[in-house]
Structures are given as C-alpha cells and as structure tokens.
T-cell receptor, first 110, second 118 residues
C-alpha cells in the first residue's frame, strides 16, 4: 500500500541554521508529492509540491526534489528563521486522498 | 475571502451527545474531504465526496456520517460522541481533474475544528 515515513521530531535549530527534514515514501504508480506546513493553531498550508521524478518544488526558501530512485522527497532550507517554527508534513497523493507522514515539529530559536 | 471555512472552530461537548461540523468552500472545487488529526498530530483521511457522491469511506465508526447537500458543502455529523473522538477535524477541497492526472491537484484545507469530548 501507499505510505509516507518522515523523520521524528522535534527538530530544534538556531536561526540561520540549515534544515533538512527527511521523507521517504512507498507507493504504487507515480504519486505526486507534497510538503504541507501547519503553524501553531492554524490549518495546513501547501508549502511546495512535485508531480514527477526529478521535479524540484520550491517556495519561501524551502525546496524538495522528487527522487524516484531513492523514493524520497526531503525538505531543505538553507537558513531558517524563527517564523519557520511549525509542524511540517510530507504527503503523497496517488488517487484522491492525501496520505500524510506523522509530521515533524520544527522549533527555531533566535 | 475565506477559501475553505469550517464552523465551529471549537466544540466542547459531553459523551453521548450528537454534534455536527459544517464545511463550505468557495473555490469552485468538485471534491471535498474530512481528515482527522489526533493528539499526536497524525492526519488521516476519513471521507471524500466528489460532486455530492461518496468516493472515499475509510474505516470510520458508523457514528460518523458525512452529508454533502451540494458540491460546495460537506458536513460531518457525529452521533453518540466518545472520548476518543476528541481531535481536530479538517475539511479540505480540491478539483479532481481528469483521469490520469488525479494526483497533481492540490488540496486546500480549512482552519480546523477542535472537538473536545468530556
């Protein structure tokens, strides 16, 4: 079946540090891959997406590359800010619904 | 303009009660969803409707009954509430698109309804 595994949190970083949140997936066919972000007390917002192998999604300094050979979609940002503190969800969509990873909490301190 | 809205934002109720959560989207999408987020932040699909037709019905107790009066609305009714139903419920919508391109259409989420059963 389809599933998403992402690194357990919490991840605690200082401002301007480099961020990587690992995400791997298992899927039949060719899913689209997404990163969603949930700020405290809010709903989910789409951060970036990639719909086919080797696509790179990017937004707000975050980026992730769809790697079919390693079934991965790791999220990276070169320099995090305090305002990036949130929960990040990796997700895949191979049919109608999204299948989410368990979420990774990021906490950035100044 | 709010794209996907839910009411109420907070709902506190006692075990055994029946309650409803409403969702509306003004994006012109044809597919709507309900997700449940538990206390550990884990998100799981519950139901999905496409043009008022149920297309996803995960293993959810039959105390939960979705209703879609039109493609812009998807309500969730819960009977005989239990402590374990306490969670945040998110509504979402998307445009389903053509067969073969189902996967690329992003979902837009509402702000969530925090349900607390005491």
């Amino acid at each position: 079946g389809n599933s998403v595994t992402q690194m357990e949190g919490p991840v605690t970083l200082s401002e301007e540090a480099f961020l990587t949140i690992n995400c791997t997936y298992t899927a039949t066919g060719y899913p689209s891959l997404f990163w969603y972000v949930q700020y405290p007390g809010e709903g989910l917002q789409l951060l970036l997406k990639a719909t086919k192998a080797d696509d790179k999604g990017s937004n707000k300094g975050f980026e992730a590359t769809y790697r079919k050979e390693t079934t991965s979609f790791h999220l990276e940002k070169g320099s995090v800010q305090v305002s990036d503190s949130a929960v990040y969800f990796c997700a895949l969509k191979a049919g109608t619904a999204l299948i989410f990873g368990k979420g990774t909490t990021l906490s950035v301190s100044s | 303009d709010t794209a996907v809205s839910q009411t109420p934002k907070y709902l506190v109720t006692q075990m055994g009660n029946d309650k409803s959560i409403k969702c509306e989207q003004n994006l012109g999408h044809d597919t709507m969803y309900w997700y449940k987020q538990d206390s550990k932040k884990f998100l799981k699909i519950m139901f999905s409707y496409n043009n008022k037709e149920l297309i996803i019905n995960e293993t959810v107790p039959n105390r939960f009954s979705p209703k879609s009066p039109d493609k812009a609305h998807l309500n969730l009714h819960i009977n005989s509430l239990e402590l374990g139903d306490s969670a945040v419920y998110f509504c979402a919508s998307s445009q389903r698109g053509l067969a073969g391109r189902l996967g690329s259409y992003e979902q837009y989420f509402g702000p969530g309804t925090r349900l607390t059963v005491t």
